[in-house]
């Protein structure tokens, strides 16, 4: 057994206010496992996405998330939850107007290739991006890979 407190935990960059990555702090080895507390129109992922291998649930303990699907945009509220299977697109954003917090579960740990979209301006449309640590190490860019311009930044 292995136990952690949020208190402890280091935020780290990402799409959200507050990113916790417990994985490695739980000693987890077969899931992953991050805490978010979301700020309106926040998100939890850089881009509309899906993973290869990996099935992900979301649990909303508070606030409200709004999932971007290929069906059409479903929204958790709190205590509620909702399941990605591998290959399912999806993109979360607190479409609420208080902090949304999130634990995020997915399984198994190793997601395999993750596709990941955004609208690039200079392509004038979604394509496939990437997500890259920046040059000096204090930001993440979100790049496109059709003409590389950064449509992601965040610190």
């Given at each position: 057994?292995?136990?952690?407190?949020?208190?402890?935990?280091?935020?780290?960059?990402?799409?959200?206010?507050t990113?916790?990555?417990?994985t490695?702090?739980?000693?987890?080895?077969?899931l992953?496992?991050?805490?978010?507390?979301?700020?309106?129109?926040?998100?939890?992922?850089?881009?509309?996405?899906?993973?290869?291998?990996?099935?992900?649930?979301?649990?909303?303990?508070?606030?409200?998330?709004?999932?971007?699907?290929?069906?059409?945009d479903v929204?958790?509220?709190?205590?509620?939850?909702?399941?990605?299977?591998?290959?399912?697109?999806?993109?979360?954003?607190?479409?609420?107007?208080?902090?949304?917090?999130?634990?995020?579960?997915?399984?198994?740990?190793?997601s395999?290739?993750?596709?990941?979209?955004?609208?690039c301006?200079?392509?004038?449309?979604?394509t496939?991006?990437?997500?890259?640590?920046?040059?000096?190490?204090?930001?993440i860019?979100?790049?496109c890979?059709?003409?590389?311009?950064v449509?992601?930044?965040?610190?």
């Open positions: 057994m292995h136990t952690v407190s949020l208190a402890d935990q280091d935020t780290r960059m990402g799409p959200a206010s990113v916790y990555a417990l490695d702090a739980l000693g987890a080895s077969d992953a496992l991050n805490y978010y507390e979301l700020e309106p129109e926040e998100s939890t992922a850089y881009g509309y996405h899906s993973h290869a291998n990996q099935e992900e649930v979301f649990y909303v303990q508070a606030g409200e998330l709004t999932f971007r699907t290929a069906e059409g929204t958790v509220g709190a205590g509620e939850l909702v399941r990605f299977g591998p290959g399912e697109f999806q993109r979360s954003r607190n479409s609420g107007d208080d902090t949304a917090v999130v634990l995020a579960i997915g399984a198994p740990q190793e395999g290739e993750t596709v990941l979209r955004r609208e301006e200079a392509c004038g449309g979604e496939r991006h990437d997500v890259e640590l920046g040059e000096d190490h204090d930001e860019l979100v790049r890979r059709d003409c590389g311009t449509t992601g930044r965040y610190e």
